[in-house]
């Protein structure tokens, strides 16, 4: 298995939802990670998990919550969030769980807030 | 500095060779990445290249490596409808886990 799986596919949620993303990877990778891509733009980093522990929060708003239940998967839980949180959620994961790995992609939830 | 710049578009005729272009800042990236992305998907990782070698070649992809200039480029040969996507630049540095981007490169193949 050589592929990073994301569900939904598409996610439309109200403002005062709760809803969460899911991520998840066989590759036997110690590292992943959550980004966030606006249309026509680069993916920005919002969370690392390094050997299922946070590494690095690129100081995102609590109304996101990440959690890394085990090695092989990943969630991003989301509460009350903006019309401008509206964009393409990215997972990646990567071999060593250090920095210098190459980042393997998902292909997106596409999130819609309302 | 981790400033990453690539042209923006790029037009190309089906069958010709493409280059992408890019420029880094930073002096102690150790690995520089291409990637591809088609409407409406995730990131596919093509190819990357460690900072101490020139050129790195896989099928019809080249990357060539300029340190001195911190100028890296992606030529692809014989260029399909198939690569029509935006390119991704990237690098990543020691002690780090992001990666910087660059803005993307839109090439269109036309027939």
């Known amino acids: 298995d050589t592929e990073v799986t994301q569900t939904p596919k598409h996610l439309v949620m109200g403002m005062t939802n709760k809803k969460s993303l899911k991520c998840e990877q066989h590759m036997g990778h110690r590292a992943m990670y959550w980004y966030k891509q606006k249309a026509k733009k680069p993916p920005e980093l919002m969370f690392v998990?390094?050997?299922?522990?946070?590494?690095i929060n690129e100081s995102v708003p609590s109304r996101f919550s990440p959690e890394c239940p085990n090695s092989s998967l990943l969630n991003l839980h989301l509460h009350a969030l903006q019309p401008e949180d509206s964009a393409l959620y990215l997972c990646?994961?990567?071999?060593?769980?250090?920095?210098?790995?190459?980042?393997?992609f998902g292909p997106g939830t596409r999130l819609t807030v309302t | 500095g981790e400033d990453v710049e690539q042209s923006l578009f790029l037009s190309v005729r089906e069958g010709d060779s493409s280059v992408i272009n890019c420029t880094y800042t930073d002096s102690s990236s150790t690995y520089l990445y291409w990637y591809k992305q088609e409407p409406g998907a995730g990131l596919q990782l093509l190819t990357y290249i460690f900072s101490n070698m020139d050129m790195k070649q896989d099928q019809r992809l080249t990357v060539l490596l300029n340190k001195k200039d911190k100028h890296l480029s992606l030529r692809i040969a014989d260029t399909q409808t198939g690569d029509s996507a935006i390119y991704f630049c990237a690098e990543s540095v020691t002690n780090d886990y992001k990666l910087s981007f660059g803005a993307g490169t839109t090439v269109t193949v036309r027939a």
């Open positions: 998990y390094s050997y299922e522990k946070l590494s």
């Open positions: 990646a994961s990567s071999p060593q769980g250090r920095e210098l790995d190459e980042q393997y």
